[in-house]
């Protein structure tokens, strides 16, 4: 009786070069080829969605329309009016996850969202732009948010270490979040996938009864996977806003 096949579910995050000698030369890796091809994805929705411009949207534009005013309002109900100015940056880092999340659940594309190198730097990015922002609105200021107002000068030496700790700790919080629910997820799928092949050749009846239950479970998990793409990037977002919120309003 032939061995069951074996089950190897981190071998999908590893990264390997694409583009064969050219891609080698300058280390373009199968995430960077994923990257390019969320951008191009966006890109192309929001071009093929708009150019009809029409009074009564066609389904694509009704869908590009849906995505602009879904992070708009975001934007405007979170930060506030000053939200506008940040309207481009926030609705880029949402679909740029968005989709990485969504084509990594293809065959033969890669969840660059599953390295904790790029949920990383994007958690840096809005950290820094948090800052940036918090500094340029209010100067010395920004500083007063470490000590929150109308709290005992007493307890400084307690709460002010307290309040740096969880100030530093935000881009870690979010980029192990997104990092480690991708991870999980896929993880998780190709567990399940093995599982109903391995039980189909045990017994030796391809598509029988046997395999309906974790063929099942796997379809079942396709769909929790599209939920989880979904809730990151829009927990990712969100957290953004309101960490802009805090540097535009100081509270």
């Given at each position: 009786m032939a061995a069951p096949p074996t089950i190897d579910a981190l071998s999908q995050f590893r990264l390997a070069t694409s583009l064969g000698p050219i891609?080698?030369?300058?280390?373009?890796?199968?995430?960077?080829?994923?990257?390019?091809?969320?951008?191009?994805a966006i890109?192309?929705?929001?071009?093929?969605?708009?150019?009809?411009?029409?009074?009564i949207p066609g389904r694509?534009?009704?869908?590009?329309?849906?995505?602009?005013?879904?992070?708009?309002?975001?934007c405007l109900d979170t930060i506030g009016p000053e939200g506008r100015r940040y309207f481009p940056f926030v609705f880029t880092l949402f679909f740029f996850i968005l989709f990485g999340n969504l084509l990594g659940l293809f065959p033969y594309f890669f969840a660059f969202t599953s390295?904790?190198?790029?949920?990383?730097?994007?958690?840096?990015?809005?950290?820094?732009?948090?800052?940036?922002?918090?500094?340029?609105h209010h100067g010395m200021r920004f500083f007063t948010y470490f000590f929150p107002q109308g709290a005992p000068v007493?307890?400084?030496?307690?709460?002010?270490?307290?309040?740096?700790l969880s100030f530093l700790s935000r881009p870690v919080s979010l980029s192990i979040r997104l990092f480690a629910n991708i991870v999980a997820g896929h993880v998780m799928w190709e567990v399940f996938a093995g599982f109903m092949l391995i039980l189909t050749a045990a017994l030796g009846i391809a598509g029988g009864a046997a395999s309906i239950l974790p063929l099942a479970i796997n379809v079942a998990l396709v769909g929790f996977e599209l939920l989880v793409a979904f809730l990151q990037a829009y927990v990712f977002a969100i957290l953004t806003c309101l960490y802009l919120h805090d540097?535009?309003?100081?509270?």
């Open positions: 891609g080698a030369s300058v280390n373009f890796t199968n995430s960077n080829l994923i990257m390019v091809a969320t951008a191009a890109l192309a929705l929001l071009h093929f969605g708009m150019r009809p411009r029409a009074m694509l534009q009704a869908l590009a329309e849906l995505c602009y005013s879904f992070i708009a309002d975001m390295h904790i190198a790029v949920t990383a730097a994007l958690a840096l990015l809005v950290f820094v732009l948090s800052i940036f922002v918090a500094v340029t007493a307890l400084a030496p307690v709460l002010v270490p307290i309040e740096i540097a535009v309003h100081l509270h």
